[in-house]
């Protein structure tokens, strides 16, 4: 399937640390997509990087593929409490339905 | 920035009535699909649609589930007859036609059925 598995499950730190999040799939894919969700709230999205795109940047966030190892990262720099959410990984072919895992929850202490 | 609404964001319906979700997506978006995530549990698939017909559907979408695009700026999600289980919450998207471009998400409609 094209489900992307995100690692850890739960993720503790405190504010200002950095935050790691891992993936990993089984398929090809064209993108992979990550998404935020707050509690009780809908899916934000992030930022996309392209299957020849390796490391992208988008302002505290720093995304990487290997599409060989079939792996991405998001990275969240300088935490903040406001970043406290569950975080999604979602790879993406095509037009394709996005099929979501359980995700990383990660609780930001100030 | 242009973003997918949804109304109603909160849907309460006696078991065994029919309810509507309503979904605007972003103007310029050519495909739409449907979620829903049941309390605690994952995002799961519902539909996609494009060029006024399903592109693909998932086992949890019966023939108690249709979708349907009235004009050109509304995406509905009809359920038949409600039962206990369709509690959750319903999210729409949509995306470009531009191909590698994000599924914009709505913020739901979280749906009870009493």
């Known amino acids: 399937s094209q489900q992307g598995e995100e690692d850890p499950q739960a993720l503790s730190i405190q504010e200002g640390e950095n935050a790691t999040m891992n993936c990993s799939y089984k398929?090809?894919?064209?993108?992979l997509q990550w998404y935020r969700q707050n509690s009780g709230r809908g899916l934000v999205h992030l930022i996309l990087?392209?299957?020849?795109?390796r490391e992208k940047h988008s302002g505290r966030l720093r995304v990487t593929l290997d599409t060989s190892k079939k792996s991405s990262s998001l990275l969240i720099t300088a935490s903040r409490a406001a970043d406290t959410a569950s975080y999604f990984c979602a790879p993406g072919k095509g037009f394709q339905k996005l099929v979501f895992g359980t995700g990383t929850r990660l609780l930001v202490s100030p | 920035e242009p973003e997918v609404t949804q109304t109603p964001s909160h849907q309460v319906t006696q078991m065994g009535q029919e309810v509507i979700l309503r979904c605007v997506p972003i103007?310029?978006?050519?495909?739409f699909y449907w979620y829903r995530q049941i309390l605690g549990q994952k995002v799961e698939f519902l539909v996609s649609f494009y060029n006024n017909e399903i592109s693909e559907k998932s086992e949890i979408f019966d023939d108690q589930f249709s979708v349907e695009r009235p004009d050109g700026s509304n995406f509905t999600l009809k359920i038949r007859s409600t039962k206990l289980e369709d509690s959750a919450m319903y999210f729409c998207?949509?995306?470009?036609?531009?191909?590698?471009?994000?599924?914009?998400f709505g913020d739901g409609t979280r749906l009870s059925i009493l």
């Open positions: 103007s310029n978006h050519l495909y």
């Open positions: 990087i392209r299957s020849n795109e």
């Open positions: 398929t090809s894919i064209n993108n």
């Open positions: 998207a949509s995306t470009t036609e531009s191909g590698n471009q994000p599924q914009h």
